[in-house]
């Protein structure tokens, strides 16, 4: 079965990434979408701490932490916890988060 995973830094003092991860595992299982078929295929969700993904000029930006989705290679930064249902909605499909995603630079 593939897998997604995302890889979220838990580098900040604040301790927002690690709040962002829990978020982001609540809202897999409540919206059910852990393992869901897309694109024709069941594909399971990882949410994953990883210790920086170097993108620290988009972090101070704001408070929240930068993830990366993988193999999808989204990038995301200044992601709260409070941006942790929409960001599980657009992984099954649902509207993009044009505010939080980042160019390539
Ligand atoms: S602190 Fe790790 S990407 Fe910013």
């Given at each position: 079965?593939?897998?997604?995973?995302?890889?979220v830094?838990?580098?900040?003092?604040?301790?927002?990434?690690?709040?962002?991860?829990?978020?982001?595992?609540?809202?897999?299982?409540?919206?059910?979408?852990?393992?869901?078929?897309?694109?024709?295929?069941?594909?399971?969700?990882?949410?994953?701490?990883?210790?920086?993904l170097?993108?620290?000029?988009?972090?101070?930006?704001?408070?929240?932490?930068?993830?990366?989705?993988?193999?999808?290679?989204?990038?995301?930064?200044?992601?709260?916890?409070?941006?942790?249902?929409?960001?599980?909605?657009?992984?099954?499909?649902?509207?993009?988060?044009?505010d939080?995603?980042?160019?390539?630079?």
């Open positions: 079965m593939p897998q997604r995973r995302l890889f830094c838990t580098n900040q003092k604040s301790g927002v990434g690690e709040d962002v991860v829990k978020a982001l595992k609540k809202e897999l299982k409540a919206q059910g979408v852990k393992k869901i078929f897309f694109s024709g295929e069941k594909v399971s969700t990882r949410i994953q701490t990883c210790n920086c170097d993108l620290c000029k988009h972090c101070k930006k704001g408070s929240g932490a930068a993830l990366i989705v993988y193999p999808e290679g989204e990038v995301y930064g200044d992601v709260r916890p409070k941006d942790a249902a929409a960001l599980v909605q657009h992984l099954a499909g649902g509207p993009a988060l044009p939080l995603l980042l160019k390539d630079e």
